[in-house]
């Protein structure tokens, strides 16, 4: 079965464009999640969705950065103006519903904005 | 809010046995899982505890004390493979499926 999937695996950027990171979820899974992952802060949750509504988005750093989920197989991460300080590495996951339920992580996009 | 620690940094030899302590504090507790992550890749879950007590998967345990807000992950039988970042993450009642990550623990398994 496939996992999930994120794209692009790696991106190198200057500072002030946009960025956009895409996810797909595994197939059935009803909640996506979004991280941000450094060497100082650790994995830090940004925003997740249920059923692609969001449903907590305080981790979002600030309004530079936006997500969406328009439908069940698809989400996106946008960073725009994108900045030095945004350089990290960004994990999508998903799960399903249930106590005991683990979340399933993508590969990851490596982000570094110069 | 949680305030979960771990330590930072481990050493360990191969075949021996290590236990790599998490701590919480949080109300409303509702499950921790243990994820483990090797160097440039995702995290993979490895367990998952909410009653207190011990869960065992093969080589790998988790234990927990609700009361003490104490668990730890115990790994035998050392593999060079294992070397690898511990994380340990606590879900709360209420947050749907949102759980919060430790900084986790970075094991070196030496020959």
């Known amino acids: 079965d496939a996992g999930v999937i994120q794209s692009p695996r790696h991106e190198v950027t200057e500072m002030g464009q946009e960025v956009t990171l895409r996810c797909k979820p595994i197939s059935g899974h009803d909640y996506l999640f979004w991280y941000r992952q450094t060497m100082m802060r650790g994995l830090e949750l940004l925003i997740y969705f249920n059923n692609n509504v969001p449903i907590d988005d305080s981790g979002m750093p600030e309004d530079r950065f936006s997500a969406k989920m328009p439908n069940a197989s698809f989400s996106t991460l946008k960073i725009q103006p994108s900045e030095p300080r945004d350089s990290a590495v960004y994990f999508c996951?998903?799960?399903?519903?249930?106590?005991?339920?683990?979340?399933?992580f993508g590969d990851g996009t490596r982000l570094s904005i110069l | 809010g949680q305030n979960i620690d771990q330590p930072t940094e481990m050493t360990a030899t191969e075949g021996a046995i290590v236990q790599i302590n998490c701590t919480y504090q949080t109300s409303g507790f509702n499950g921790l899982f243990w994820y483990q992550q090797h160097a440039g890749e995702a995290p993979t879950f490895l367990s998952y505890n909410v009653l207190d007590g011990l869960e065992e998967k093969g080589r790998f345990s988790s234990f927990l004390s609700r009361s003490k807000g104490y668990s730890y992950l115990l790994l035998k039988e050392l593999q060079m493979k294992d070397s690898a970042s511990y994380l340990c993450?606590?879900?709360?009642?209420?947050?749907?499926?949102?759980?919060?990550f430790g900084i986790g623990t970075k094991l070196q398994v030496i020959p």
């Open positions: 996951a998903s799960s399903t519903s249930g106590a005991n339920q683990p979340q399933h």
């Open positions: 993450a606590v879900r709360l009642r209420g947050g749907y499926q949102k759980v919060t």
